[in-house]
């Protein structure tokens, strides 16, 4: 929102939420009905037909360049600026389409009462030069103009200062503006469209090739990445004057007052409002290596949906905790097609990139899915993504990885012993996070607990808080016999004392595990709060009870660039898992954490403590819930 929100600063449809699309509805209804309506023989008119596929392509292109921009951005190769995102960007920017909506409006609309855009040829040359020599000369003239009348104080305050509310861009922000702003700007973008169907030298492609372009180059202005190669510059110099890069954008967003061009930077050289170190910052840019991470979480995707909700997917999504929703049944060929491309890429890719202190972290993501993992005939290939990832970390000298969800499964490589022993020489320290998930779940049981019900599949984690409760004088009863004999075998006959076979469940505290059913949630008494020590949440089934978060902790302030979700945990909050990894890099702890080695629990949780991780509280998470 600008700092005076002027009038026409909310779009008309807002008030309508996630439903605003339908405002389209009659539109494409009655274009589908005057093709099934013609007579026979009659032609086809094609330019009627394409406008709402059209939308949807440029909604896709635009999802591309969002994809694109924070993939790179996350690897640091050709980065502009290292500012960080964070969740007030993303919600600033999540109306991006908007724009496409009101695009798509004014597109039938015109098609409505101008009788000269109906049967549009699919090329005509005289309008594709048409158009361009309209868009080089009026349109980027005017454009020039319009953005300096918009740093004026009085329109800058007014609209122009949303748009600059973000310092640090990514393509979607282009096309952040308040709704009388974008008025404007298709009023300006229509000199060439409504000028060839005047004149009737209008066809498909110049339609589309033009918005195509605006889209394009606004996109790639601000991605926050270089791109453009050195080599088209030195081939053809006066492209310099006629097409403006990232770096050069980037300049205007940080200096506010230079680089006011659309995208031909000529004006700006002619009217001498050029910044001087536009050139220095595209050579920079385009020089620059990434760095090299000290640490990587090293996680994987867990249902067919979640890419949505990855920070390469759509950022809105991924700026909430993960959730189904009933529309993705809708994206289907979408998410058939995502499924395709993690089965035949079979890499590990780059998802997120953060900065704490003076650690560069990255999460890196194996292209699995949760069920994938439970699949005998895969196991072998996952291992080998994992081993494959941690060669790389150890090739890049990378100080820590720590392996996220079930890249640390018992099952499938004894909670990463089995790197350890195929790789002893490896210098990158391996962490499952078990200590810190230890400690995490022991201080989020309410003080003055007595007595607490342990229920789920056993695991690592699981024995060690059975150990440490019945250590320290708390009841421990197991909901399942066999647990019962399992965990009885790994105490010490003093804490074993405390351990009990679940005959009654009056317990309102349950730690949980995966494997849960729904039988065995329905015998705990209403009020009960499950307190889950697995890395998934458990189902569900209990409307009367509190589910508290799987093991995670709230991230100091300035842990910097988090504008993303960690799967289901709220914003700012991260896994105890991942956590471990950061704190064994803070700490410089030389030793593994993995197979069936524990750090102290005590000074886990002190060191993230120190370092300004803090628990969730019930009541908070019970907020956040609400």
Not at 72 to 88: H, Q, W
Not at 232 to 254: C, G, R
Not at 433 to 457: D, E, F, R
Not at 566 to 584: D, K, Q, T, Y
Request: charged content about 20%.
């Amino acid at each position: 929102m600008a700092s005076k929100p002027g009038i026409l600063t909310e779009w008309p449809w807002t008030w309508l939420g996630n439903f605003k699309y339908v405002i389209l509805a009659p539109f494409v209804g009655r274009s589908i009905q005057s093709l099934l309506n013609r007579e026979d023989g009659s032609k086809i008119d094609i330019g009627y037909l394409i406008i709402f596929p059209f939308l949807l392509f440029r909604m896709l292109h635009n999802q591309i360049w969002i994809s694109l921009s924070r993939y790179r951005t996350a690897k640091g190769d050709n980065r502009i600026l290292d500012k960080t995102i964070e969740f007030d960007q993303v919600d600033r920017e999540r109306n991006w389409d908007d724009q496409i909506l009101l695009n798509g409006l004014l597109f039938y609309y015109g098609y409505m009462k101008l009788e000269q855009s109906h049967y549009l040829p699919i090329w005509r040359s005289d309008g594709i030069i048409l158009t361009t020599l309209l868009h080089s000369g009026p349109v980027e003239f005017l454009y020039y103009w319009l953005h300096r009348a918009l740093h004026h104080h009085f329109l800058y305050s007014r609209y122009h200062s949303h748009h600059h509310s973000s310092i640090v861009t990514e393509p979607i922000t282009s096309v952040i503006h308040p709704f009388a702003e974008h008025i404007t700007y298709f009023l300006l973008f229509s000199i060439p469209l409504l000028t060839t169907v005047v004149t009737k030298t209008a066809s498909i492609v110049s339609f589309g090739g033009y918005i195509t372009y605006i889209d394009f180059m606004n996109n790639m202005g601000h991605c926050n990445f270089e791109i453009i190669p050195k080599w088209m510059f030195s081939t053809f110099p006066p492209l310099k004057y006629l097409m403006y890069t990232p770096s050069y954008h980037s300049l205007h967003h940080t200096q506010f007052r230079t680089n006011y061009s659309l995208f031909m930077p000529i004006y700006d050289y002619i009217y001498g409002t050029l910044d001087k170190s536009s050139d220095t910052l595209y050579e920079k840019s385009l020089e620059r290596q990434g760095k090299s991470p000290d640490v990587v979480h090293l996680t994987h995707l867990t249902t067919p949906e979640s890419i949505y909700h990855l920070r390469l997917g759509f950022a809105s999504f991924a700026s909430e905790p993960y959730t189904s929703k009933w529309y993705f049944w809708l994206m289907w060929p979408v998410t058939l097609w995502s499924m395709m491309v993690t089965w035949i890429y079979g890499h590990t890719f780059t998802v997120e990139r953060n900065v704490f202190k003076n650690l560069n972290l990255q999460t890196w993501a194996i292209p699995k899915y949760r069920v994938q993992y439970f699949m005998q005939w895969q196991r072998e290939t996952i291992n080998n993504l994992i081993e494959e990832a941690i060669r790389e970390a150890d090739q890049k000298g990378i100080k820590i990885l720590s392996l996220g969800l079930l890249n640390q499964d018992e099952k499938l490589n004894n909670n990463g012993e089995v790197y350890i022993r195929r790789h002893p020489q490896i210098k990158v320290k391996l962490v499952d996070g078990s200590s810190l998930a230890v400690a995490v779940v022991l201080n989020s049981i309410p003080k003055g607990t007595t007595q607490v019900v342990l229920g789920g599949h056993l695991s690592k984690v699981a024995n060690s808080i059975a150990l440490a409760l019945c250590q320290g004088g708390v009841k421990v009863m197991a909901l399942r016999e066999e647990e019962y004999k399992k965990l009885k075998s790994n105490l010490t006959p003093e804490a074993a004392i405390n351990l009990l076979p679940s005959k009654t469940y009056n317990s309102k505290i349950w730690l949980v595990g995966d494997g849960l059913n729904k039988d065995e949630q329905l015998k705990a008494p209403k009020g009960t709060l499950f307190i889950p020590f697995s890395q998934f949440p458990p189902r569900k089934t209990r409307k009367d009870c509190f589910y508290f978060h799987t093991p995670a902790m709230i991230t100091p302030k300035h842990f910097e660039n988090v504008d993303s979700c960690e799967n289901w945990l709220p914003r700012r909050v991260m896994s105890a898992w991942r956590i471990a990894g950061i704190l064994h890099a803070l700490e410089d702890w030389q030793e593994h954490e993995c197979g069936n080695m524990m750090f102290d629990i005590e000074k886990v949780w002190k060191a993230s403590l120190d370092h300004g991780f803090q628990p969730i509280s019930v009541a908070s998470a019970s907020e956040s819930k609400a």
